[in-house]
């Protein structure tokens, strides 16, 4: 089954992620956000974007999920039906696009549910395998066979067959195919798209383009010994931590989007396991939460000194 439209594809997610024990976060369908499903398994948290059209996605969305993912000890994930032109994104394979692993739905449910874990992945210049350099290069001395054999089996020069063995580059499709069937031995592994390395650009949120009220509230964090991450289109503001704590972070008016921030950013604290919190303007607000998020105000903020005072409000607020 491959899904072209978006909506089908999140459903075809969701139910993936479900079947194979995930607790999976609300149903958030908004295009504009930074993610649409972020989900747990145990220790394994996966921060995902859907896209039918991956080439959509571009560097900045790439650098916000990165940073989430660097932050809350998650893997980013794109998955997408297809690339410009309608080309179909193909099964098994996974692509990569501004550092963001890229798989198709059909590539997902394959691997958590069916447990066939992707062997192929894209790279420029084509489709390549992620090679055992290791057992390569001990085969091939143990039998005693040159480099130019294996460079000619391969239809490769010798210097790539020495950068296989040392698993400085792995080789084309193509030529994994011959290197293995000569030497009758299975080279090529396994890729986890869930573990990859997150180069990201922290310099990525400009403080001048904050409103007065998230200015105020971050630079009075920051007073206390926080350091602010700055998230741009997603249901909390920022990511406010210490050497201790990680805390989802929302700043907001009494607006009659208040309700539905507060209620995605509980789910999202559940998921996660973080704690949240939202500063507002708490004049005339009786409540400590709303939806489960702790709520402080920001005239409360201005009299805090101490990281530790807020922590202390979260835990008394928390529903």
């Known amino acids: 089954m491959i899904t072209v439209d978006r909506s089908e ?34 220790a394994q948290l996966l921060i995902i974007k859907i896209l039918a059209n991956v080439d959509a996605f571009n560097k900045p969305e790439a650098n916000v999920l990165k940073i989430l993912g660097k932050f809350l000890k998650g893997a980013p994930l794109l998955i997408g039906s297809h690339a410009s032109g309608n080309k179909k994104l193909k099964r098994d394979v996974v692509y990569t696009r501004h550092g963001v692993p890229i798989m198709s739905g059909v590539t997902l449910y394959n691997y958590l549910i069916e447990g066939v874990p992707p062997i192929i992945y894209s790279a420029p210049g084509g ?16 039998r005693g066979i040159s ?57 990525l949120f400009d403080f001048d383009l904050l409103d007065e009220p998230q200015k ?24 406010t931590q210490d ?23 509980t789910n999202i604290s559940k998921i996660t396991e973080r704690y949240s919190v939202v500063f507002i303007d708490k004049a005339h607000l009786t409540k400590n939460n709303i939806e489960g998020t702790p709520i402080i105000g920001r005239k409360e903020l201005a009299k805090i000194d101490d990281s530790e005072d807020i922590l202390e409000l979260i835990h008394e607020r928390s529903a």
């Not at 489709?127 to 091939?140: A, P, S």
């Not at 296989?164 to 293995?180: H, Q, R, T």
């Not at 105020?216 to 920022?238: M, R, S, T, W």
Request: negative net charge; contains cysteine; charged residues 30%.
């Open 216 to 239: 105020n509230v971050f630079g009075q964090l920051k007073e206390i010994g926080y350091e602010i991450i700055p998230i741009n289109k997603c249901h909390f503001d920022a990511l």
């Open 9 to 42: 594809l999140i459903i075809h997610v969701r139910d993936t992620l479900a079947k194979s024990g995930f607790y999976i976060s609300e149903e958030w369908t908004s295009p504009t956000l930074c993610f649409d499903i972020i989900a747990r398994r145990d």
């Open 127 to 142: 489709f390549y395998v992620k090679f055992d350099g290791h057992k390569l290069k001990e085969t091939r001395e143990t």
């Open 147 to 203: 480099l130019g054999t294996l460079a000619d089996i391969g239809g490769v020069s010798r210097k790539a067959i020495q950068l296989y063995e040392a698993g400085v580059m792995n080789p084309a499709v193509d030529v994994a195919i011959k290197l293995e069937e000569y030497l009758d031995v299975p080279l090529t592994q396994p890729i986890d798209p869930f573990s990859q390395d997150l180069e990201i650009q922290e310099s």
């Open 243 to 265: 050497e201790k704590v990680l805390i989802l972070t929302g700043v907001d008016k009494e607006t009659r989007y208040l309700k539905n921030k507060a209620r995605a950013m």
